[in-house]
């Protein structure tokens, strides 16, 4: 498929104008930018990327010197070159040229063109979230730049790309130490450029860590450089970390015109990558807003860009964008589709063979380096130095052959102490692997009893609608209908929550807290559960400060209060009614209390024990709700993840209570 800016270089000049004013305005009026600012943006764009598409564009005249230059440096360093105009359109070709590059620069002993095509390797690796490669790139570049004559600026880029990939890895501690020497460096080589590049990476680390005040200074500062330096993809980059640093922050209205000006940005230098970025978080912005149609057409635009890069982490962020748009609309079963495509997405990106391979390579480069020191101190006669050590040792043979006797014995002492510590280690294992083994079948039989009861209502409403059929009696099948909805419902309820154990068990659902109105979650659950409770004739009511603010997971919490709030209306007589609170938990700051109160039966204190219990039955005497076993065993599971606590509040006659405790937005 053609490029906006390939499909207008197929166009007579004297069209390209049309084009511009026919197709950008509307995707550019999204944007809310007046027409003097956007205008000469799209010319720029159309010209921009018309030079590209035709021979006399960027790379196609570099393609063209390419293919009559001899085997030379001129040829490593337009290899190089070639390398890093399309690092930003197609990683693949971008990453092959590099690599002859590479090939050709060790064959040519170049070192000046090997660490160039080693840096640009490494911004490739890092744009494809090959963080192993990428490690490996910035390390042999960074060794090169370091042996005489030093090239500072090198060292300097090598620093700023093993930054970025521990930013990808969420190693902000470390992102910082490696940009802090990457600024330190500026100070002797004087360049703005550098200096713009590298404070606008270090405020990105500041933002992950929380420290938005400084962030800011940064980013400003970074932002002022690239405007001065003319520099459209600095820019481009800073407005979009801006954009997210916004939206971290909930600042939904910044966050949208962070992003929209790093889109007008992108789009003059014709960066697909930015592109991507900036439109999956425009994505989430409208999704946050509401505003569900402006969302899907951003994030699917997004997609499409992060596609085209190869950039697998947005496309991911994409796929679990559309799901939760798709939940939001109620189309459950899109929003699985989408969510299944995350799953395969972000499985892709999480290896633990490619993170012990980065964890050796910082290894086997610590040694080279502390090495490398060893050669230089025998060089400056440290020889001399360790040679009369050695002969000083010699004095004290006898005494150590004196000691051999009490060594043996000491290592015999602590074989055997080593001996029954790993026998205790090894029973505690056992003890833990029984206790997970009956974990499991308490899982098992949980599932089986909750599973059987919508199935068995299901049998039942399918012989009862055979039966009614048979007699011609249309409207009692009417009537089955409602039975079946119920049951379906519960059933999907059910899955969900298997769905979710499963996933929390196996290690691979991670909990990301972040700021969530408690009001809002709330009002969330309210809705969703509307039309079950007025076709049950149960009102739901809601008790929300708006100025509590939960800092949980949002998949967790909403997962909560739907087993809470499901449970509650299964509990529900007709004409009851069932509220949701949220309120500061008391003589503990810093936690709130989600409660769910329904005017249910109520159960007796041994029923309440019973249903609490670490390793109860499945029948154990309680409450008949299809599914409460396992969502109260994932209620529990998801509360203690946070660091709170999930508990039930009931007597005979007297309704339910079942809240749960999680920390707030500090």
Not at 184 to 203: E, I
Not at 391 to 418: H, W
Not at 422 to 437: G, P, Q, V, W, Y
Request: with cysteine; aromatic share 6%.
């Amino acid at each position: 498929m053609l490029t906006p800016s390939a499909a207008a270089a197929a166009l007579p000049k004297q069209l390209q104008i049309a084009l511009a004013a026919s197709l950008l305005p509307s995707y550019l009026s999204q944007m809310n930018l007046p027409v003097g600012r956007w205008l000469p943006a799209v010319l720029l764009w159309l010209l921009l990327g018309s030079a590209r598409a035709q021979p006399g564009g960027v790379v196609d005249s570099l393609r063209q010197r390419l293919a009559t230059a001899p085997p030379d440096t001129s040829r490593v360093l337009l290899l190089d070159e070639l390398c890093w105009q399309l690092s930003s359109s197609d990683l693949k070709q971008a990453a092959a040229y590099g690599r002859q590059g590479l090939a050709l620069a060790r064959q040519l002993r170049y070192r000046t063109g090997e660490m160039k095509c080693l840096t640009d390797l490494g911004n490739c690796a890092t744009y494809a979230s090959d963080h192993a490669a990428g490690t490996r790139y910035f390390l042999q570049a960074l060794s090169l730049a370091q042996q005489e004559p030093q090239r500072l600026d090198i060292m300097g880029f090598a620093y700023n790309g093993l930054a970025n990939l521990n930013v990808d890895q969420l190693e902000f501690a470390e992102a910082q130490r490696n940009l802090e020497k990457a600024l330190a460096l500026t100070q002797r080589t004087r360049s703005a450029a550098d200096r713009a590049l590298f404070g606008g990476n270090l405020a990105n680390v500041l933002r992950n860590r929380k420290q938005f005040a400084a962030a800011e200074v940064q980013f400003r500062q970074a932002l002022h450089l690239y405007d001065s330096l003319g520099n459209q993809l600095g820019r481009a980059s800073c407005l979009t970390n801006m954009a997210q640093m916004a939206y971290d922050q909930m600042q939904l209205p910044k966050a949208r015109s962070a992003a929209q000006r790093a889109i007008a940005a992108s789009l003059v230098i014709g960066n697909d990558y930015y592109l991507g970025v900036n439109n999956e978080l425009l994505g989430n912005v409208e999704r946050i807003a509401s505003n569900l149609a402006a969302a899907e057409t951003y994030t699917r635009r997004g997609l499409l860009y992060a596609q085209r890069t190869g950039n697998a982490e947005v496309v991911a962020n994409c796929y679990h964008t559309l799901a939760m748009i798709e939940e939001q609309r109620g189309n459950f079963r899109q929003a699985y589709d989408w969510q299944r495509h995350y799953q395969t997405a972000h499985d892709s990106l999480i290896n633990t063979g490619k993170n012990a391979e980065i964890a050796n390579l910082r290894v086997q480069f610590d040694t080279e380096q502390k090495e490398s020191r060893i050669r230089e101190l025998t060089q400056q006669g440290q020889v001399q130095q360790l040679r009369a050590e050695r002969q000083q040792s010699r004095f004290y043979t006898l005494l150590l052959v004196l000691l051999g006797a009490a060594a043996t014995l000491a290592a015999v002492i602590g074989l055997y102490i080593k001996l029954r510590h790993n026998r205790a280690e090894l029973h505690e294992k056992n003890l833990a692997l029984e206790a997970s083994t009956r974990s499991k079948d308490r899982l098992y039989a949980l599932i089986a009893h909750d599973l059987r009861s919508p199935v068995i209502s299901f049998a039942g409403a399918a012989e009862l609608m055979a039966h009614h059929l048979r007699r011609g009696a249309a409207d009692q099948v009417q009537r089955l209908t409602e039975h079946v909805r119920q049951s379906a419902q519960t059933l999907h309820h059910l899955l969900d929550n298997l769905l979710g154990w499963a996933v929390a068990q196996t290690g691979e659902l991670s909990c990301r807290p972040e700021p969530l109105p408690a009001a809002t979650l709330l009002r969330e659950c309210l809705d969703l559960y509307q039309p079950a409770a007025e076709a049950a004739d149960v009102q739901l009511h809601l008790t929300a400060p708006e100025k509590l603010v939960l800092h949980a997971d949002h998949n967790m919490a909403h997962l909560i209060l739907r087993n809470l709030v499901g449970n509650a209306l299964e509990a529900t007589p007709r004409g009851g009614h069932v509220s949701l609170s949220a309120t500061p938990v008391p003589h503990a700051p810093g936690w709130l209390r989600l409660a769910v109160t329904d005017t249910g039966p109520g159960m007796a204190p041994a029923q309440l024990e019973a249903l609490l219990a670490p390793d109860r039955q499945p029948h154990a005497p309680g409450r008949q709700r299809g599914g409460a076993g396992l969502g109260l065993l994932l209620c529990r599971a998801f509360a203690e993840r946070h660091g709170g606590q999930f508990g039930i509040d009931s007597a005979p006659g007297q309704g339910s209570t079942a809240w749960v405790t999680l920390p707030a937005q500090q």
